[in-house]
């Protein structure tokens, strides 16, 4: 028993000696500055872009989504392209950049990137869901063209039961 307690010990002082002080301290990770993302209204969007001829409304939605509907005089540039550094849509990093997509996000997450990448004068105004204004696209079209045909919506599918109760359609 005394041979096992005098192990103990030696094992405990062991531990602690270990544990001892660091001559060198670790060095303290910097935070990341937080980013403040500038939301801005629709009516304030069209206001700037309108006094700035050299401003661009960046369109962050995929190339599809946007071919479909998207606010006259977009540009498209997905989120995609930011995070890749595709910039050659916007080379200059001081214009008027106001950003779009469908409900906010990606606008946001897209403004972020920019001002992260040098870019001075970033702003988001939300999604085209809330957007009040005229919109055009492939999806806008095919509205406009539905709205002119002559479109019956009828089912003619015709059932019959089967002797083992078993509905067959024809």
Known sequence: ??????????????????????PEPKPVAKEKQQI??????QDKAMEMLAADPNAKLLDCRFPVDYEMRHIPGAINFPLEAAVA??????????????TYCGDGNRGGLTAKVLI???????????GIIDWT???????IDNDSNAENADVED???TEVEENDD???DEQ
């Open 116 to 126: 992260e990448k040098g870019y001075t004068n970033v702003y988001t105004m939300g």
């Open 85 to 98: 550094e595709n910039f050659e849509k916007i080379p200059d990093k001081n214009a008027l950049l106001i």
């Open 1 to 22: 028993m005394k041979k096992f307690l005098a192990v103990l010990m030696i094992l405990f002082v062991s531990i602690c000696a270990g544990c001892g002080n660091n």
């Open 165 to 167: 109760g078993e509905d």
């Open 154 to 156: 009828v089912d003619d």
């Open 36 to 41: 403040e993302i500038k939301k801005i209204s």
């Open 133 to 139: 204004g005229e919109v055009e696209g492939t999806a």
